[in-house]
Structures are given as structure tokens and as C-alpha cells.
């Protein structure tokens, strides 16, 4: 077991911004980052959002430099998977996180900031098929696709991002929403309307991924009137949203019913010394910019828990 003053559960934009402010005001945070460190902007390509990037600058590109920049100032970083915590409901007394059954670390202060994960469909055979043509990276997958057929399943900016990724690969891309209007923002619903490669299937839901050993295609059914339809596709992705990654924190702290966390305060959660911030509490906004934002706002808050207690 070792002590610290600020553990960082999580190594994503939250995260790191967390640890960033706590390594600047000297708190010396210790950063469980995960073992896939980086969080879902490893799995992007081009950022366009993050403001001081005019050019853009690639996910994985930035999340280095985040992480870097918080070392700068002397965080430190493991990157293993938190797999239990006990918060104490007495602020004298410090938390424990684990990872693995006999390596604990413990704190006056756990920041949590474990993010979010794709949200699946819930079919059997997306778990059959998973990763024998059924992904939810196109980053990561997208070039298996070269000329080949790929569906992406949402209406949200994740599948019209996903779409236009697999567009550099695929020869035609459908897109397949289950109403017949984009909950996609207006410029990335353009830049995949216009792109004469993707075609828009409105109205349908999934109901089966087909293939054997592998995606030969899809069965859909029609939400307007019931109505069936065979298609072939090579490959098939989710684009339809995520879940937040909570479960270690059930019965501990305070959530909503899809699981992402309720802070009392603006990050201060229901046990002494616990904040929370990024997309494990955020459903709304779930940007890079406001991850990090909240990151932020929880070291603020961990420093003044700190200095109010003399701890
Ligand atoms: P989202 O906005 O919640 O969209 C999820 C989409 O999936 C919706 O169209 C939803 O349909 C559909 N869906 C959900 N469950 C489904 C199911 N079981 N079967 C079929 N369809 C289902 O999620 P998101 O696209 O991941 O975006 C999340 C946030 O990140 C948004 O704020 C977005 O702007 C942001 N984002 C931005 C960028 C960018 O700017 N480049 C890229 C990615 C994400 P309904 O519309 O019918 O509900």
C-alpha cells in the first residue's frame, strides 16, 4: 500500500487537466490511468474542437501532450485499472483504491474521472461477430474496410463522424438511423449528406448482425412499417452513444439511472474528499473542451477540501 495526498482515477481529458492543477499546486497526484491510458480520444483522428488547435491536432497527439504537460509539474502516472475502491464516509479518514486484489494505494482525495465507453446494441450476435467486422472504432478498424461495404448505426455526431472516417476506406457507407431526422450537429450532418459515397438509411433499426466467422450483412426492420430488409455489408459499426465506466463506484457514490455519477456540489460527490469530473458525470455536453474543464473545476475544489481540513 502506498499513501498519497491525490489519486486520479482515469487518464482522459478530465484526468489529466485534474492532475495538471493538483501537480501545480504541489499536491503531487498519482494517476491510475487506466491500462488503455488516453481515453476515447485514442480512438479519434482529427480534433477540430479543442480551441488552440487552428490546424486541428490528432486525438492521440493531444492526449500525449496533456499528459506530458501534467508531468511537467511532477505527476505521476500507472497505468493499470482501478478494479475497487472504499470511500470513507469520515473525512479523517483516507480512501483506498485497488488494482488487482493486493496492490492498494490510499488518500484524503480520490478524483474520479473514469470517462465513458461506445454503447452497444445488445445483440447476440454483436457479440458474436465482435471484432470479426463489428466495431465501434472506425480510427482503429476503418482500414480493414478498403473497398469494401460498412454500415455505421446513430444519428448522433459520432456515426457521421464514423462514417466520414470510413469513407477514406470503404467504396460505400451506409448509415442507418432509426428516426428520419439527425440528432448530429448541422456541419457534420452536411459533410455526410454530401458525401457521395455514404447513403442514409432513415427509419431502420438493427435487429441482426449476419455472418458465420464473419459480417455478411444485416437485417433490418423498418420503424415506420415493420417491414424487413436484407443488407450486405462487410463490416458494421456502433456509433450510438456510451455508457459511463461507474460500476466499480455503485453503492458508493451517488448516480443517476444510466449510471453517470451526481456530484452535490459542482464536482464535491457524497463522500468527503471524492470529486468528480468528465464524461462519467457529464451526459450532456461530453466534449474534450468541457472534460477538461471539469478536471479542472475538480482540482480547484480538491486544493481548497485540502487546505480547509490542513491535510
Ligand atoms: P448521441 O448524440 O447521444 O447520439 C446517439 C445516436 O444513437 C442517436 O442518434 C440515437 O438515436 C442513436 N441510438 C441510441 N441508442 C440506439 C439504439 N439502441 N439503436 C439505434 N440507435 C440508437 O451520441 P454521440 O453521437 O456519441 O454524441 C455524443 C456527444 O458527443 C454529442 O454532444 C456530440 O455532439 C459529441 N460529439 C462530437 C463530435 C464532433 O464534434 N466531431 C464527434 C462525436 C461526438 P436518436 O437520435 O433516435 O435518439
Not at 450483412?217 to 436484407?230: V, Y
Not at 468528465?278 to 471539469?294: E, L, P
Request: aromatic share 8%.
Amino acid at each position: 500500500m502506498s499513501n498519497h495526498k491525490v489519486i486520479i482515477i482515469g487518464g482522459g481529458p478530465a484526468g489529466y487537466t485534474a492532475a495538471l492543477y493538483t501537480a501545480r499546486a504541489r499536491l503531487e497526484p498519482f494517476c491510475l490511468e487506466g491500462l488503455q491510458y488516453g481515453g476515447q480520444l485514442m480512438t479519434t483522428t482529427e480534433v477540430e474542437n479543442f480551441p488552440g488547435f487552428p490546424e486541428g491536432i490528432d486525438g492521440p497527439a493531444l492526449m500525449d501532450r496533456m499528459r506530458q504537460q501534467a508531468e511537467r509539474f511532477g505527476a505521476q502516472y500507472r497505468s493499470r485499472d482501478v478494479t475497487r475502491v472504499a470511500f470513507s464516509s469520515d473525512p479523517g479518514e483516507p480512501h483506498t483504491v485497488w488494482v488487482d486484489e493486493d496492490e492498494s494505494y490510499t488518500a484524503p482525495v480520490v478524483i474520479v474521472a473514469t470517462g465513458a465507453r461506445p454503447r452497444k446494441l445488445g445483440l447476440e450476435s454483436e457479440e458474436r461477430l465482435w471484432a470479426k467486422g463489428v466495431s465501434s472504432c472506425a480510427t482503429c478498424d476503418g482500414a480493414f474496410f478498403r473497398d469494401k461495404v460498412v454500415a455505421v448505426v446513430g444519428g448522433g455526431d459520432s456515426a457521421m463522424e464514423e462514417a466520414l472516417f470510413l469513407t477514406r476506406f470503404a467504396r460505400k457507407v451506409y448509415i442507418i438511423h432509426r428516426r428520419d431526422e439527425l440528432r448530429a450537429s448541422r456541419i457534420m450532418q452536411e459533410r455526410a449528406l454530401a458525401n457521395e459515397k455514404i447513403e442514409l438509411l432513415w427509419s431502420y433499426v438493427v435487429e441482426e448482425i449476419l455472418g458465420e466467422d464473419h459480417v455478411t450483412g444485416l437485417r433490418l426492420r423498418s420503424t415506420k412499417d415493420g417491414s424487413e430488409r436484407l443488407l450486405e455489408v462487410d463490416g458494421f459499426f456502433l456509433g450510438i452513444g456510451h455508457l459511463p465506466n461507474t460500476d466499480i463506484f455503485r453503492g458508493q457514490l451517488r448516480m443517476d439511472d444510466e449510471g453517470y455519477l451526481v456530484p452535490e456540489g459542482a464536482t464535491a460527490m457524497d463522500r468527503p474528499g471524492v470529486f468528480a469530473c468528465g464524461d462519467c458525470v457529464d451526459k450532456r455536453y461530453r466534449q474534450a473542451i468541457t472534460a477538461a474543464g471539469m478536471g479542472c473545476m475538480a482540482a480547484i475544489d480538491a486544493e481548497r477540501y485540502l487546505e480547509e481540513r490542513g491535510l
